[in-house]
Each structure stands twice: as C-alpha cells, then as structure tokens.
C-alpha cells in the first residue's frame, strides 16, 4: 500500500520554529544602519491642512528626515485601487495627506530617525494647523442633496452605484397572495485586528539600484508591482519577501500608503527603514470589514416559497478607496441569494464616501454580509408566517446537483444543502431543543435556537471575474539529491499550506512528507502568483502545485519507462518507488532523479532537470455550504447573551487535513460570533474613534465560547483537480446570522423579530423592558 | 541605567534607557525576537514572559525593574533539544495557526498549570482570558493545554 497523506490528520511543518520563538516576523528583522519611521496622523475626521510645522521634529537629535505629502508630491504615487465597476469614482490617494485630511488617522507627515521611540516622539512634534471642515458620517444623510461632501471635487458622496436585476417584478407586484415583508439591516463595522499589526521594511541599496522589502502581506507578488509602480522603479529592481505575517484576514490584502513612504524614504536616505504599527494605528488606519445597511422586500407565498426578493444596500467606502473597497458590496450583492432558489431578485448596491477609514476585505468580505441578509430573511418569513425556521429554508433549497444557476447570474458548482442540514439537526437534537424550549418559555426563560444554511463563494477565482487575475502558480522541483522543492504563488499565514502542499506532492510522487519543503513569498525566489485570500490557496494554488507534479511525473515516467522497458502511462508513483500497478517492475524514484539530472540517455524529446512549473486557472468559483446551528439562553435579569452550544456541518469539499480544516472553522466562528454579540467599531459624530484600543473593542476571549461542535459532509467540487472547495471564511461566513437569529428565536414571545448586531446585554434588556429603542420592533 | 538579569539561564549585564520596556529590551537588546508585541497596552498578552516564575506582560514592565530577575522567554522553554509538553500539545493539537500569539499563550498557559495541574476546560479559559488570539478560535489552545496536563500527570516526555 502507497502511503496516504491526503485525508490524514498530519501536524503542521510549520510549527517548530513558531512554537520555539523562532520564526521571523517583519519587526523581527535588523539590518545594519536602520532608521525607523513613524507617522504623524490626523486627528480631524475631515479639515483643511492650513499649515505644517517640523521644526520641532527635524531638529531633534537622531532624526534623519521629515517628509509631507508635498514632498511626495511626483515623487510617491497614488494608493492603488483595483476594482473596476462602471462609473466608479476612484479620488485621488496620496500616501501622505495634502491640502485636506479626509478621516481620523490619515498619515500627515512622516519622520524617519535612527531609534523607534525616537521617531514616535518626533512625530509627536509636528505642529499642524487645521481648518476643521463638516465630517460626512452617516450614509443615508452623505446621499442627501446639499450634504457636505468628503472629496470636494466631487459632485457628491456617491462612490458608485450597481444593479442586480432578474426575473419578472410585474408579476410578483400583482400577484395579492404575497406577503411583503419589509427589514433594515445593519451591518456593523469592524477591526480585523489581526494580533501581529501591519510592518514593512524597505531597503534600498543604492549601488544596485535595488529596492528590496519585507512587508506583513498576503500578496507579495502584487505588492511588488504596485509598489515599483508607486515608487517609479523597474518592477524587475524590486522584490518583495514576506517574512511571517501574524494574520491578516483581508487587512493585509492590500497596498498602504506607509508602504509607500518607507520606500520613498529607503531610497531618499539610502538604507534601510522600519515601519511598525502600533495597536491604536491598527485600530485607526487599517481597513475596516463591512459597514452596510441593508434595506429587505421579501415577498413569499403562504407556504413560505420566496418568489422574489429585493435589497438595497448602502455600502460605506469610507474617505478613499484601498486596493478592492468598492468591489466588496458587488459580492454581498453576487451572493445575496444564498441557498435558495428564488427567481425574482433586485439589488441596488449604493457605494458611499464617508469620513472614515476604508472598508475592504475582511474575513468573507462581503459575503458575510450577504449571508447575513439572506439568513435572517429566511427567519423573517419564518417568523411572519408561524413557520419553523428549518421549514422554510427546506422549502426554498434548490434540488442537489451540480452546475445551479441562480437568478444573481452565478453558477454553484455544487449543491447538496439537505446533507449537512439533516445531520447538523440530528448534531444538535433540534427537536429535543425545541421541545426544551417550549418547556423553558412557560416558566418565563429564554432559550433561543438559530439556524443558517449558507452558501459561500470561494476559490477566487476565474480570472474573467478578478481584477488582477485569478490564477495561481505552483513549481515543483525535484532536487539532484531526490528531496522535493515546492513553491507557491501564494502567501499563506497562519492556514498552514506548508503542510497541505507538502501532502499533494508527497502523495503525487509517492515521496515521504518529510523529504518535501514548500516556500512562498519571495518574490525573487518564488514565480509570480496571486496570493492568499477569498479562501483561494489551496483550491487555486493547490491545484497549480498538483499538475505541477503531475509534469514531474510524467517526465519521471518517460525515463523510468526506458529503464523498465514498459510504457510510461503504465507507471505508478508509490513509496520512493515508480513501478507497474503489479509491482512486478520497479526503479527507486531517487534513480530516475539522477538519470535526470546526469542527463547521459536522455528519452526522445525530454529535456534534462526535474524543474515543473504549472499556471492554473480556475474555470469556476466554489461554492461551500454548510449549516450551523447556535443555541443561546438569555439571562433574564440582565440581558446578558450567553452561547450555550455551537453545531457547525461543513461542506468545503474534500477534506486535505481535518485538523486543519476544524482550525479554519474554529477560527472562522469566533470572528463571526464576535461580530454578532460583541464586537463593533464606533465612531461618533464628530468622526473620533470611540473603540481605538483593546479596551474599547470587544476581541473575544477564551472563555467566550462554548466548545464547538463541529462536522462535515464532502462533495467534491468538479472545478478542480483536488476536490476542494476552500475553508477559510466558512465558519464567519454561517455563524453571524445563525447566533442572531437564535437570540431573535428566544425572544420571540416578546414579539421581537429583529434586533441589530452586536447583540449587547443592554440592547437585549430594553427589549425584554418593552422599550425596543430602534434594534428591535 | 545599569541593570542585570538572568534570561533562559544566561546572565546579563546591560545599560539601559530607563524608559525602555521590557519586550523591547529582550527583542531589541537580547535579540530575543520569539516575545511578540500585539499592543503595548497590556490588553493581549503577546508579549507574556516568565519573571521569576510568574507570567507577566513584559510591555507593562520597564526593564530596569526586572533588575536581577530571571526570566524565561519562549525561546528557553525547551530543554536538551526536547519541546516543552505545552510546546508538544500545541504542535500536536493545532494550538496555533499565525503563531503570533502563541509564545505568550504558551507562556501564560505555563503558569496555570503550574498553579492548577489539572485545570478542567472552563479553568483555562479563564485562565487564558489575558492573552488573545485572533485565529483559533481558542478550542485548539484548550486541547492543547489539556494534552500537557495529561502529559504532566502520566510523567511522559
Ligand atoms: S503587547 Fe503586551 S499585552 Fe499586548
Ligand atoms: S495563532 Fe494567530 S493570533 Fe493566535
């Protein structure tokens, strides 16, 4: 028997070193002669920049420069914005602030020195005098004519608008026997705190002409060419190394105007320069996740069958576009539709400036949104009709199979959602729990059950869908000593893809697990790919490292099969072996590496070495499902949330590494619990910050969470070689609404059939008060 | 100021700045890069080493009042080449996904067990609520620990 890798429950390669204190984060790197940066920020939501002072600043002993948007001027470009819509405004984004700060935190001026405190303390120098211009907050009053603007040079604060439009709306207005059901939702903003912050530092050697930097990112490889373009370099001068990062979440998909500026700085001062987040920077000035109001028009039969469904969500850019802004709300609108087959649909998505950070990519990154929308619309129905909430998902699920359009013009390539519906139902015991529940509400207690049945969309993606293309590269070379290199075009850290490639190749070239080394972001090192996110590395990036084995083996074959005198089809690749199936003929796979290699018979038309590199292109999305199950108890004195039990059943396709999968999961859940009972980001009017550090922003903790319940179902995608589908964002994806809609579900007697996230104690106990304020009704 | 400690074992002698932190002072000073900084507010606990056996937030201390301490460091914890049985129950069970968090998980997590040897799953989850991590959702943090409980109790290495 061949030994398995795929499937199995192996540990992470990469854990040693971090275990030990020995990996190597950017800010754990020193180069001889480096200066430090720091920045001064704006403390105004939106003012006129009337004068800068660095007097103070420059003279400062062991400061080396002081630079201000002016300087930069021409010499630094915009921060890039991929995302192409129709009609998209996109304003200018200088890395450093000039003539106007637009929202609190943005970069004003930066000061390099030879010491870190040194550089923070001269920032804290820096004298600006501002006009204090009216600070644009609220979507709905920023889409008001006559509003203040953000951009002034812009008509108004609309950044785009998009249209989703299906089916047949005269019919589903004239037909009586619909039920209209009417909600706002809102989508609160969110800090993707990751625990490591943002760093970089840039190098620029002048002799050379080279401009190398170490950057937290997901996407070296991007952010190479945008920051030689940024810094008007050949791209080919420039590299990137991505040292490991400690999470990004979509934060650190992205380019930063700091980025810029430590470039622009290296090659001013000709050595090498840090840049280092600090917390309350993270929490100001790195991008922010969701941040939509969603407008609901359900209409469903009497039986529960939604025949059509209409949104309007209003999607707050923030003051400027970072590198996918205004593409995130295209796909709460793409996946609106969820798990259901409703032919009628409408959205308007309305992109809207505020005086705030940039919204972007977080963790789902948009289609959380669009789950959560789709979720509790599914509930309301239930709750409108006196239906059971499974009831009505049942009553909507399209029939499993492949291929399903949907009326939102995409394709799920799978679709089962009765499977893991059925065995999350049985995980839990629902009818147990809803016969405790009926029990528990006649002595006056609140026990809540939630339900959700997501789809997601993953695997990002074909390349006629992604701004910057949605392939991804993978290499594989086989060394003259038979140990097996593995590089990827894309940048994991923390989803342990050391691990999973290992165990393709291992597994593909019958080689031991241990004898394969995977490496990814370098830039120099690596062949260019696209990255990690959108829960792509391993669907995408996996499937580039599978054919490029599949090229060694081939290869392999051809001069095994001279060797053996069969025919290279015929071959099998097993335990450092490559024999026939009936293992009457074989080669040790180490022999065939040095034919290779020494060249001295080469088989017609093969060219020596054992080097394979393979592109590939995804032909479609994946759409993982799943259905999870919350159950919650409400203290009825205070009003106090407490998750009792969590089922999740996911279906991410098939299953590379189970420990890793529950990993991802885990992970995944406690974000999107977090965002619907405790976290958010608040600013007030004025445009301050009021949850700037740890303090104020509710990250949740060990003792949050009960013990996660968790299981799959696995069917395998047709859209590529492995099978998988993605996991990454699954668990933040089905959790938000199924936690809301249990707490809904347990104050259902009250009548309440919606409350706002984050689900606090006091929202909770207003309502169980009888004053509903404005989260509930 | 001058100022001498003992880390992993290994006496030092340093002048230092006396506003300078403790972290910075182990990760900028001795080189000793495996304590990470997640906050410099004392709110997430990446930055937890041992003084003198108790774990402490090594951003909430200057370095001049660890004069004369000993310290342990992520980087001390194994010994003779052999992990620490935390270090073995967080490899073994999935405890760490970025790593980031996780020397000062390992960390904190020693001194619970050091004061509970038998912590049942809500101990440590209150035990850990000084350190957070973003990625695992914590589940695989408490398996992790229990597997070095377990391990302790049975004296297996
Ligand atoms: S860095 Fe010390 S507690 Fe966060
Ligand atoms: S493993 Fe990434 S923060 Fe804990």
Redesign the interface.
Known sequence: MATKYLGERI??K???R????????V??L?LGGMAHLAFARSPHAHARIKSIDAGAAVATPGVLAVYTGEELKGQVGFVPCAAGLEGLKIPDHPCLATGTVHYLGEPVAAVVATS??GARDAAEKIEVDYEPLPAVLDMEKALVKGSPRVHEHLTDNTAFVAKLEAGDWNAVRQDASLKVIKQRLINQRLAP?????RGVVASYSPGEDTLTVWSSTQIPHILKTQLAIMSKLDEARCRVITP????G?GSKLNVYGEEGVACFASRKLGRPVKW?E??RENMLATIHGRDQINDLEIYAKPDGKVAGFRCRILASMGAYHQLLTPAIPTLTALMILGAYDIKNVFVETVGVFTNEMSTDAYRGAGRPEATYIIERAMDLVAFELKMDPVEVRRKNFPSSGKDISMATGVVYDTANYEKPLKKALRLAGYNRLRKEQERLRKKGKYLGIGVSTYVEICAMGPSSRMPGGGWESGTVRVEPTGKVTVLSGTSP????EETTFAQIVAEQLGVSFDDVTVYHGDTSVVPMGIGTFGSRTTAVGGSAIYYASERIKKKMAKFAAARLGVKPGELLFRDGKIETSDGAKSVPFGSIVVDAYSAKTLPAGVEPGLFEQFVFEPPNYTYPFGAHIAVVEIDEETGEVRLRDYFAVDDCGRILNP??V??Q???????GIGQALWEEHVYDESGQLLTG???DYA?P???C?P??HTANTETRTPVNPLGVKGVGEA?TIGSTPAVVNAVVDALRPLGVRHVDMPLKPEKIWKLMKGNAGDGGR | MRIQVKVNGTAFESDVEPRLLLVHYLRDVLDLTGTHIGCETSLCGACTVLVNGHAVKSCTLLAVQANGAEITTIEGLASDGKLHPLQQGFWEEHGLQCGFCTPGMILAAHQLLSRNPHPTEAEIRKGLEGNLCRCTGYQHIVKAVQYAAEKAATGGQ
């Open positions: 540990k992470r990469e854990d040693p971090l275990i030990q204190g020995r990996g190597h984060y800010d754990d020193k870190r405190y705190a990751s625990m490591e912050t490991e990062v400690g999470g979440f280092i600090g917390r850290h923390g989803q342990g420990l890793l529950d990993g999961i885990h992970g995944g859940l406690a974000q550090t740890f303090m990250l903790k060990a003792g969470f013990w996660f668990g």
